[in-house]
């Protein structure tokens, strides 16, 4: 359980762009806190990074799994996070200013996943910038900000890796 003020916190969501360590962060806060791990990508993958879930199962999947007392669920697929978002006790936003060091983050994640292939990395760094920059397939998307709003009572917004360290030590 994490103690926000006097407040205990057990159902946590994770949410920002690709590359920005949310996997990492909720890795250290359900060993930190003993609450389980759940990734969007284990809803919406079949088999992982090539055959998408039919997507009325993964909605079941991830429903089953909030019914919960305790989760932590990390990721960026909006159509996924959105259904979990007023079950949280706490919505951790990681946002960065620098793309750059994104890219970076996302090929070495490349370099050391056996299920990332330099295909789907160059895509997901093009993906990252027209998310970004509001581009191409994304020009009209919503942003992780504006799914947000309604329940920025319960948002923590991280800006760097330095602020998801200060945090999890604050705990």
Do not use: C
Request: hydrophobic content about 40%; overall charge positive; glycine content about 4%.
């Amino acid at each position: 359980m994490i103690l926000a003020g006097k407040n205990i916190m057990n159902k946590i969501i994770i949410i920002g762009e690709a590359g920005r360590g949310k996997t990492t962060l909720a890795k250290k806060l359900s060993k930190k806190f003993d609450i389980p791990l759940l990734s969007t990508d284990d809803f919406y993958w079949e088999i992982k990074y090539t055959v998408p879930r039919n997507r009325n199962l993964a909605y079941k999947m991830l429903h089953d799994a909030y019914q919960d007392d305790k989760w932590i669920i990390e990721g960026t697929t909006q159509w996924l996070i959105e259904p979990v978002l007023e079950h949280a006790d706490i919505i951790l936003y990681l946002h960065f200013k620098s793309v750059i060091h994104q890219w970076f983050f996302l090929f070495k994640r490349h370099l050391s996943d056996p299920d990332e292939s330099i295909g789907s990395s160059l895509f997901m760094i093009r993906h990252v910038f027209y998310k970004r920059y509001k581009l191409g397939y994304k020009k009209n998307s919503i942003t992780h900000r504006d799914l947000l709003k309604p329940y920025m009572d319960k948002v923590i917004e991280l800006t760097s890796y330095k602020d998801i360290d200060r945090y999890v030590a604050s705990l």
